[in-house]
Structures are given as structure tokens and as C-alpha cells.
């Protein structure tokens, strides 16, 4: 998939766990897993922004095009 989700990276940067990004986010840690490994097919944009909120980033912070091939 050339969408790469990049949650973990910033999670490390600011030293948070899934568990506590996903209780302030408001969805479940299956959820979010299934976000940070790619598997999902889409996300909303009211997700994406609450997790640039809660991360300090920006959307490009949590999502990268690498282009196939």
C-alpha cells in the first residue's frame, strides 16, 4: 500500500502509548491497531484530527505517499 500511516513514529516521539492515544481520541485500541498496521481502508478526517491534535502534529506528520514500485 503506498499510504504509510506513521502513528507509531509519533507516538514515540512523544513518548505516549496506543492505549492512551486511542482513550483520548475516542476509539478502541483494535482500531487503532488496525490503523497503525495499515490493514485499515480509510480513515475519517474527525479521527485524523483529533490525533494531530492530541499528537501536536500535522496530518503529514501521520501520513506518507511512497509510490509503488
Do not use: H, W
Not at 502509548?17 to 475516542?26: N, R, V, Y
Request: glycine content about 8%; some cysteine; overall charge positive.
Amino acid at each position: 500500500m503506498p499510504i504509510i500511516i506513521n502513528v507509531d513514529v509519533m507516538l514515540a516521539k512523544r513518548k505516549m502509548q496506543s492505549k492512551e492515544l486511542a482513550e483520548k481520541i475516542g476509539i478502541t485500541t483494535v482500531n487503532l491497531s488496525i490503523l497503525k498496521t495499515g490493514k485499515a481502508k480509510g480513515i475519517r478526517f474527525d479521527t485524523l484530527e483529533a490525533i494531530c491534535k492530541v499528537l501536536n502534529c500535522q496530518p503529514g506528520d501521520v501520513l506518507e505517499y511512497v509510490e509503488e514500485g
